[in-house]
């Protein structure tokens, strides 16, 4: 049986073989997402707004949602 362990604050947690891989590819996207997001704050001292606003909005929305389906299979 293939199993995936998951360590939070000194506890394992078993995950199935498709929820760790799933972490592992989540974990992998996970820095791509914040460089993205980082990237759409550089506006060359112009104000954050309109489509640079809406971008950076965007992009920061794709990097929460990965933040929160990690913990969602990690369980907290």
Excluded: W
């Excluded at 360590?7 to 590819?25: D, Q, T």
């Excluded at 820095?31 to 506006?43: C, G, M, Q, V, W």
Aim: glycine content about 8%; cysteine-free; aromatic content about 4%.
């Amino acid at each position: 049986m293939n199993i995936h362990r998951v360590i939070l604050e000194g506890m394992v947690k078993i995950v199935s073989p498709e929820l760790g891989g799933e972490l592992r590819r989540l974990y992998s996207e996970l820095p791509a997402a914040y460089k993205r997001a980082a990237e759409a704050l550089r506006t060359n001292g112009e104000p954050l707004e309109g489509d640079k606003l809406q971008r950076f909005l965007e992009e920061d929305a794709k990097a929460a949602k990965i933040v929160a389906r990690i913990k969602e299979i990690q369980g907290q």
